[in-house]
Protein backbone atom coordinates (compact mmCIF):
# COMPACT_ATOMS: atom_id res chain seq x y z
CA UNK A 1 0.00 0.00 0.00
CA UNK A 2 2.78 2.47 0.89
CA UNK A 3 4.49 1.58 -2.80
CA UNK A 4 1.28 2.37 -4.46
CA UNK A 5 0.37 5.44 -2.66
CA UNK A 6 4.10 6.88 -3.26
CA UNK A 7 2.99 6.00 -7.10
CA UNK A 8 0.37 7.69 -7.27
CA UNK A 9 1.59 10.66 -4.78
CA UNK A 10 4.21 10.97 -7.44
CA UNK A 11 2.92 10.38 -10.91
CA UNK A 12 2.38 13.64 -11.45
CA UNK A 13 5.59 14.94 -11.46
CA UNK A 14 7.12 12.35 -13.66
CA UNK A 15 4.34 13.14 -16.10
CA UNK A 16 5.23 16.79 -16.44
CA UNK A 17 9.12 15.36 -16.37
CA UNK A 18 8.22 13.30 -19.63
CA UNK A 19 7.22 15.75 -21.53
CA UNK A 20 4.88 13.44 -23.87
CA UNK A 21 1.22 13.86 -24.42
CA UNK A 22 -0.82 13.00 -21.88
CA UNK A 23 -2.59 9.70 -24.25
CA UNK A 24 1.17 8.24 -24.75
CA UNK A 25 1.69 8.28 -20.68
CA UNK A 26 -1.54 6.59 -20.62
CA UNK A 27 -0.44 3.79 -23.33
CA UNK A 28 2.27 3.22 -21.41
CA UNK A 29 1.29 2.98 -17.85
CA UNK A 30 -1.49 0.68 -19.08
CA UNK A 31 0.84 -1.22 -21.24
CA UNK A 32 3.71 -1.62 -18.55
CA UNK A 33 0.66 -2.29 -15.83
CA UNK A 34 -0.67 -4.81 -17.96
CA UNK A 35 1.85 -7.13 -18.11
CA UNK A 36 3.05 -7.26 -14.63
CA UNK A 37 -0.19 -7.03 -13.47
CA UNK A 38 -0.69 -10.39 -15.88
CA UNK A 39 1.79 -12.18 -14.93
CA UNK A 40 0.84 -11.93 -11.46
CA UNK A 41 -2.71 -13.09 -12.07
CA UNK A 42 -1.17 -16.03 -13.67
CA UNK A 43 0.88 -16.95 -11.64
CA UNK A 44 -1.77 -16.76 -8.61
CA UNK A 45 -3.81 -18.40 -10.49
CA UNK A 46 -6.89 -15.63 -11.16
CA UNK A 47 -7.35 -16.50 -14.64
CA UNK A 48 -8.63 -20.24 -14.52
CA UNK A 49 -12.29 -19.92 -13.61
CA UNK A 50 -12.63 -16.50 -15.56
CA UNK A 51 -16.16 -16.98 -17.38
CA UNK A 52 -17.65 -13.49 -18.79
CA UNK A 53 -21.20 -12.84 -18.96
CA UNK A 54 -22.54 -9.96 -21.39
CA UNK A 55 -23.29 -7.48 -18.96
CA UNK A 56 -19.57 -8.63 -17.06
CA UNK A 57 -17.73 -7.51 -20.88
CA UNK A 58 -20.25 -4.33 -21.36
CA UNK A 59 -19.27 -3.13 -17.33
CA UNK A 60 -15.46 -3.93 -18.45
CA UNK A 61 -15.51 -2.00 -21.80
CA UNK A 62 -16.93 0.98 -20.33
CA UNK A 63 -14.92 0.75 -17.20
CA UNK A 64 -11.82 1.17 -19.68
CA UNK A 65 -13.22 3.78 -21.45
CA UNK A 66 -14.27 6.01 -18.56
CA UNK A 67 -10.74 4.98 -16.93
CA UNK A 68 -8.52 5.68 -20.10
CA UNK A 69 -10.29 9.43 -20.28
CA UNK A 70 -10.12 9.47 -16.56
CA UNK A 71 -6.35 9.27 -16.72
CA UNK A 72 -5.95 11.69 -19.88
CA UNK A 73 -7.88 14.40 -18.91
CA UNK A 74 -6.08 14.28 -15.13
CA UNK A 75 -2.27 14.02 -17.55
CA UNK A 76 -3.43 16.79 -19.17
CA UNK A 77 -4.70 18.94 -16.45
CA UNK A 78 -0.63 18.86 -14.68
CA UNK A 79 0.39 20.38 -17.53
CA UNK A 80 -1.94 23.07 -17.60
CA UNK A 81 -2.36 24.12 -14.21
CA UNK A 82 0.12 23.00 -11.60
CA UNK A 83 0.48 19.33 -9.83
CA UNK A 84 -0.77 20.43 -6.48
CA UNK A 85 -3.98 22.43 -7.58
CA UNK A 86 -4.85 19.40 -10.28
CA UNK A 87 -4.12 16.66 -7.34
CA UNK A 88 -6.63 19.12 -5.15
CA UNK A 89 -9.80 19.51 -7.82
CA UNK A 90 -9.30 15.55 -8.60
CA UNK A 91 -9.46 14.78 -4.78
CA UNK A 92 -13.56 15.78 -5.47
CA UNK A 93 -13.54 12.73 -7.00
CA UNK A 94 -14.63 10.93 -3.20
CA UNK A 95 -17.03 13.36 -2.93
CA UNK A 96 -18.61 12.79 -6.51
CA UNK A 97 -18.56 9.21 -5.60
CA UNK A 98 -20.96 9.35 -2.34
CA UNK A 99 -22.99 11.64 -4.22
CA UNK A 100 -23.44 8.96 -7.11
CA UNK A 101 -23.88 6.35 -4.52
CA UNK A 102 -26.41 8.10 -3.10
CA UNK A 103 -28.23 9.15 -6.17
CA UNK A 104 -28.15 5.74 -8.30
CA UNK A 105 -28.03 3.27 -5.47
CA UNK A 106 -29.37 4.66 -2.54
CA UNK A 107 -26.45 4.33 -0.44
CA UNK A 108 -26.29 6.79 2.55
CA UNK A 109 -22.76 7.74 3.89
CA UNK A 110 -22.43 7.58 7.46
CA UNK A 111 -21.60 10.97 9.22
CA UNK A 112 -18.18 9.44 10.08
CA UNK A 113 -17.50 9.10 6.68
CA UNK A 114 -18.57 12.27 5.30
CA UNK A 115 -16.26 13.93 8.13
CA UNK A 116 -12.95 11.83 7.64
CA UNK A 117 -13.54 12.73 3.40
CA UNK A 118 -13.79 16.34 4.25
CA UNK A 119 -11.12 16.82 6.67
CA UNK A 120 -8.67 14.84 4.01
CA UNK A 121 -9.99 17.13 1.65
CA UNK A 122 -9.16 20.21 4.01
CA UNK A 123 -5.77 18.90 4.50
CA UNK A 124 -4.94 17.92 0.89
CA UNK A 125 -6.14 22.01 0.08
CA UNK A 126 -3.91 23.43 2.61
CA UNK A 127 -0.93 21.24 1.19
CA UNK A 128 -1.65 22.46 -2.29
CA UNK A 129 -1.90 26.11 -1.47
CA UNK A 130 -4.43 26.98 -4.48
CA UNK A 131 -4.35 30.56 -3.59
CA UNK A 132 -0.96 31.24 -4.23
CA UNK A 133 -2.05 30.60 -8.14
CA UNK A 134 -3.41 33.51 -10.84
CA UNK A 135 -6.25 32.15 -12.87
CA UNK A 136 -5.90 32.43 -16.64
CA UNK A 137 -7.71 30.49 -19.29
CA UNK A 138 -5.24 27.59 -19.84
CA UNK A 139 -5.09 27.29 -15.23
CA UNK A 140 -9.12 26.84 -16.02
CA UNK A 141 -8.88 24.86 -18.83
CA UNK A 142 -6.63 22.57 -16.19
CA UNK A 143 -9.16 22.60 -13.21
CA UNK A 144 -11.66 21.44 -16.02
CA UNK A 145 -9.96 18.78 -17.11
CA UNK A 146 -9.55 17.98 -13.45
CA UNK A 147 -12.96 18.09 -12.84
CA UNK A 148 -14.17 15.89 -16.02
CA UNK A 149 -11.31 13.69 -14.76
CA UNK A 150 -12.40 13.55 -10.87
CA UNK A 151 -15.96 12.72 -12.52
CA UNK A 152 -14.81 9.60 -15.01
CA UNK A 153 -12.87 8.26 -12.13
CA UNK A 154 -16.06 8.37 -9.91
CA UNK A 155 -17.91 6.21 -12.69
CA UNK A 156 -15.10 3.75 -13.41
CA UNK A 157 -15.76 2.85 -10.26
CA UNK A 158 -18.90 2.42 -9.70
CA UNK A 159 -18.88 0.43 -12.95
CA UNK A 160 -16.38 -1.37 -11.54
CA UNK A 161 -17.95 -1.91 -8.61
CA UNK A 162 -20.71 -4.49 -9.57
CA UNK A 163 -17.82 -6.73 -10.67
CA UNK A 164 -16.01 -6.85 -7.90
CA UNK A 165 -19.13 -9.16 -6.15
CA UNK A 166 -17.53 -11.84 -8.34
CA UNK A 167 -14.24 -11.06 -9.66
CA UNK A 168 -10.60 -10.15 -8.09
CA UNK A 169 -10.01 -6.53 -8.45
CA UNK A 170 -6.42 -7.62 -9.48
CA UNK A 171 -8.21 -9.09 -12.91
CA UNK A 172 -10.47 -6.42 -13.70
CA UNK A 173 -7.84 -4.25 -13.30
CA UNK A 174 -5.80 -6.35 -16.18
CA UNK A 175 -9.35 -6.86 -18.18
CA UNK A 176 -9.54 -2.86 -18.03
CA UNK A 177 -6.04 -2.35 -19.29
CA UNK A 178 -5.83 -5.07 -22.20
CA UNK A 179 -9.25 -3.77 -23.19
CA UNK A 180 -7.68 -0.36 -23.70
CA UNK A 181 -4.43 -1.70 -25.11
CA UNK A 182 -6.66 -3.52 -27.42
CA UNK A 183 -8.50 -0.15 -28.44
CA UNK A 184 -5.10 1.64 -29.06
CA UNK A 185 -3.87 -1.75 -31.53
CA UNK A 186 -6.75 -1.59 -33.44
CA UNK A 187 -6.41 2.80 -33.59
CA UNK A 188 -2.99 2.25 -34.98
CA UNK A 189 -4.11 -0.72 -37.67
CA UNK A 190 -6.81 1.80 -38.70
CA UNK A 191 -3.90 4.17 -39.46
Known amino acids: MLCAMVIAGTIGHFVILSGEKPFNVVFFRCAIGSIGLCAYCWMKGFFRSLRLSSSQSA ?19 YGLTSVGITTVVYNVQPFLLVLAGLLFRKERPSRSAVFWLTIAFC ?52 LVQHRFCKFVAADVAWL
Do not use: D
Not at 59 to 77: M, S
Not at 146 to 160: E, F, G, K, P, W
Open 59 to 77: NIVLGALTLIFNWYFLFTA
Open 123 to 174: GVVVLAQPSAHEPSSTYMLGVGCALVAAMLYAVTTLLTKTLSRTMRPEVIAV
